[in-house]
C-alpha cells in the first residue's frame, strides 16, 4: 500500500496531539517565567502560582526519586524542554510525519491507544534502566560523603562519570589535591561535588514525547519497510526499516554510555521501540486469527 494514500490531511488525533503538546509547552514556559519574575510585578491572584515547577510535577523521575508519581508515566508524554524550542519542534514533526500515515492506517482508537502504551512503556523502560544506573551513584555517593578521600573521590569519577563535560576539571582538581591529600577544603569540595552527581542523577526528570515517537518510528518500518526516509545527520535517503535499526542500535549504546552531561533519555527511546514491537506483532497476530487484514 502506498503510504502518501493513506494521510490526505492530518487526522484528529495527531492534530489534537500536536495541539496539546503545543498547549502545555506555552503553560510551562509561561509558569517558569512567573517564578523568575519579580513578585511585585505579579497581581494578588496570580501569586499562589509562584514556586509550582510543573516539570519537577510532570516529569517523569525514576522511581527511587523522591519526587517521582505514578501519573508521570502519561503526563511526561505532553511535556517538552522549555530551554531549547527545537525538542519540541522536532517531536511535533515526527508525529505528523510517521503518526498521521500510521493513524490513517489503523484508525483513530487503535493509533492512539499504540501511543499511548509506547509512550507509558517507553517510560517504564525509562525507570527500569535508570534504577539500575543511579543506585551504584547513591551507594557509592552516600558511602564516599561519610569516608571521603582522594582515592575514594578518584574512583567515584572513574566509575560515574566517563566522558562527562567537566572530566577536565575534575582531573585538574585531582591533580592539585594529590599534592595535598589531607587538605580539608579539598575533602569539602569533593563532597560537595558528589552530592552535586547524586542530585542530578536521582533529580533530573525525563520530558518529552520521544519515547511515543520512537515507538511510531518502530511501526512506520514494520509496515512500509522500504519506504525512503531523509536522514539529516548525515544527509540521505534510507529505508524506514534501517532507519529504524540504526537509530535503535545507537539509543542502546548511549544509554550505555550514559554521560552526566547527555542529557537525552536515550533508553525510553529504546524503550518506545520495544513496546511498539511488542503491540505491532500482537496485534498482527491477533488479526491474522480474525481473518482480517493484518497491519
Known amino acids: 500500500m ?17 495541539i496539546i503538546n503545543v498547549v502545555v509547552f506555552f503553560i510551562t514556559m509561561g509558569v517558569i517565567n512567573l517564578n523568575q519574575a519579580d513578585v511585585s510585578d505579579i497581581p494578588e491572584f496570580i501569586r499562589p502560582f509562584i514556586d509550582f515547577n510543573p516539570v519537577k510535577l510532570f516529569g517523569l523521575h525514576t522511581w527511587i ?10 503526563t511526561n508524554m505532553f511535556m517538552h524542554d522549555v530551554v531549547s524550542p ?12 510517521f503518526g498521521a500515515t500510521l493513524e490513517n492506517l489503523w484508525g483513530p482508537k487503535r493509533f492512539l491507544a499504540y501511543y499511548l502504551f509506547t509512550g507509558i512503556g ?34 567515584f569519577v572513574s566509575n560515574h562519570l566517563p566522558g562527562s563535560f567537566d572530566n577536565e576539571v575534575i582531573n585538574k582538581f585531582l591533580q592539585v ?27 533530573t526528570p525525563a520530558v518529552g514525547a520521544s519515547g511515543a515517537l520512537f515507538g511510531l518510528l518502530l511501526a512506520y518500518g514494520v509496515n512500509f519497510p522500504n519506504t525512503m526516509i531523509l536522514m539529516l545527520i548525515p544527509p540521505m535517503p534510507i529505508k524506514a526499516k534501517y532507519f529504524v535499526v540504526i537509530f535503535g542500535l ?40 480474525k481473518n482480517v487484514n493484518p497491519l
Open 2 to 18: 502506498d503510504q502518501s494514500s493513506l494521510r490526505p490531511k492530518t487526522p484528529p488525533v495527531v492534530k489534537n496531539l500536536i
Open 65 to 74: 526519586s523522591p519526587d517521582f508519581r505514578p501519573w508521570q508515566f502519561i
Open 86 to 97: 527545537f525538542h519540541l519542534l522536532f517531536n511535533m514533526l515526527g508525529l505528523w510525519m
Open 122 to 155: 517507553a517510560g517504564i523502560i525509562y525507570c527500569t534502566a535508570s534504577y539500575f544506573q543511579v543506585q551504584p551513584v547513591i551507594t557509592e555517593g552516600s558511602y564516599y560523603l561519610q569516608y571521603p578521600g582522594y582515592e575514594a573521590f578518584d574512583t
Open 177 to 203: 589535591w594529590y599534592e595535598d591529600p589531607n587538605n580539608p577544603q579539598f575533602i569539602l569540595r569533593s563532597q560537595e561535588y558528589v552530592t552535586q552527581v547524586i542530585d542530578i542523577r536521582l533529580n
Open 250 to 289: 545507537f539509543e542502546l549504546v548511549m544509554g550505555v554510555r550514559n554521560t552526566l552531561d547527555d542529557n537525552v533519555a536515550h533508553f525510553a527511546h529504546l524503550g518506545g521501540i520495544i513496546f511498539g514491537l511488542m503491540i505491532v506483532f500482537f496485534w498482527k497476530k491477533q488479526d491474522r486469527g
